[in-house]
């Protein structure tokens, strides 16, 4: 006597997390065992940026003000800590300046050679041609009789 039985399975299925399997077993038999997976997974990552100079009311270092009003600390002062009003800006030694919104004391230095302090605002601006100054001036000093410097001039020499 002879059995003969032929099996056929086929499976398919589509999920986000698909595990088929197929079995078939017989004696004298033809088996055919068809697996079909697939899997489908999206990920999507939102960002957010934020334009504001300020975190929960509070202006970042160097600003001053309250709930996104913020204004830079005027150059020649510092603010490394909330600060809510102008008065909060640290200002720099008498002899130094710094950037807008500069955050720390370190920010603060002398004028460069070729350039002079003035105030309101405090700044270091260039001598005018046939002037010089060293480092650390309050005023630029005119060249000596019949010596001439077109660019800026650092020191007496370049007269």
Do not use: F, H, M
């Not at 078939?24 to 068809?34: E, K, L, M, P």
């Not at 130094?96 to 003035?118: F, N």
């Not at 480092?135 to 000596?144: A, G, V």
């Amino acid at each position: 006597s002879s059995t003969s039985s032929t099996s056929s399975t086929t499976s398919t299925s589509s999920t986000s997390s698909t595990s088929s399997t197929s079995s078939t077993s017989s004696t004298s038999s033809t088996s055919s065992t068809t697996s079909t997976s697939s899997t489908s997974s999206t990920s999507s990552t939102t960002s957010t940026t934020s334009t504001s100079s300020t975190t929960l009311g509070v202006c970042d270092l160097g600003y001053y003000g309250w709930n996104g009003d913020c204004e830079p600390c005027p150059t020649g002062t510092y603010l490394g800590s909330e600060g809510r009003d102008l008065a909060s800006c640290n200002p720099c030694a008498a002899n130094e300046v710094s950037a807008e919104a500069s955050t720390q004391a370190s920010d603060c230095a002398v004028c460069p050679a070729g350039t002079r302090l003035v105030n309101l605002p405090r700044k270091c601006v260039d001598c005018i041609a046939g002037t010089y100054s060293l480092e650390d001036s309050e005023s630029c000093t005119s060249c000596p009789a019949g010596k001439y410097v077109a660019d800026v001039g650092t020191s007496a020499s370049d007269c």
